[in-house]
């Protein structure tokens, strides 16, 4: 699996221009699935905000990048419909858009489904990330960004062995002095990363593309 793990979505050419190269072709000739699970894990998310990713209208560019086609996977669901129905749509798909939301709830519903099990053999398929959806994908997220009440602890799937402090500079409370004191507890490498900016990775190699604000904690790698 190939990752472009954003804060913000696809905001710029340059993030965009890294999903295109990760897609291998044109967004236009690509089909999507998008998965707004980790909305309903924290307290701030609606059923309009889930909506509104699914529909393309947040500020963070995803499902409205002009995709082939584009359908919704509600990981919820799948325990209840089996995996000879849904594992075909996720196969068949060259992008999974996860939305932000709670990582945590995210994580269980994605051990729970199965996709978790099922991402290593994708190989061709890019996973987006924004938030929460980029999150998941690293070993630990920080107790201060758990939201959902029944998450025994901060860790994720730890497909990557970094950690990310999403949003920097967009909220009061995510500046570089909080991500110093967040990173300084997990134990791992981390990147705080604003919403011009995303991290690419295919086959473990690390790429920050950008046109905002980033920084690396610990021993993260950069190119």
Same mark, same amino acid.
């Given at each position: ?9 696809? +905001?710029?050419?340059? /993030? %965009? *221009? ?7 072709? @044109? /967004? ?6 998008? !998965? ?44 209840? !419909?089996?995996?000879? +129905? ?7 798909? *060259? ?12 994580? %269980? ?13 994708? *190989? ?27 998450? @025994? ?10 950690? !990310?402090?999403? %949003? ?7 500046? !570089? ?21 995303? /991290?690419?990775?295919? *086959?473990?190699? /690390? ?7 980033? +920084? ?8």
């Amino acid at each position: 699996m190939k990752l472009l793990l954003t804060s913000g979505g696809v +905001r710029n050419r340059t /993030i %965009h *221009d890294a999903l295109v190269d990760l897609l291998g072709k @044109p /967004i236009a000739d690509s089909h999507a699935l998008c !998965i707004p699970t980790a909305q309903y894990g924290h307290p701030l998310c609606t059923p309009e905000s889930a909506w509104r990713f699914i529909a393309g209208h947040t500020p963070a560019p995803m499902s409205e990048l002009g995709w082939k086609s584009l359908g919704m996977l509600e990981l919820t669901a799948l325990p209840s !419909i089996g995996e000879g +129905r849904w594992v075909p749509w996720v196969e068949q798909a *060259d992008a999974l858009l996860v939305d932000g939301g709670d990582a945590t709830y995210l994580c %269980h519903w994605m051990r729970q489904s199965g996709l978790a099990d099922l991402l290593p053999s994708l *190989d061709n398929t890019v996973w987006v990330g924004v938030s929460a959806g980029s999150m998941v994908m690293t070993p630990r997220i920080g107790a201060q960004f758990v939201q959902w009440p029944s998450a @025994p602890d901060d860790r994720t799937l730890g497909f990557v062995d970094f950690s !990310i402090f999403p %949003h920097l500079d967009a909220f009061a409370q995510n500046t !570089i002095a909080e991500a110093e004191k967040w990173a300084a507890d997990l134990g791992v490498p981390a990147y705080a990363i604003d919403e011009q900016t995303a /991290i690419k990775v295919v *086959d473990g190699s /690390i790429e920050v593309v950008s046109e905002g604000r980033w +920084r690396t904690f610990g021993t993260a790698t950069t190119s």
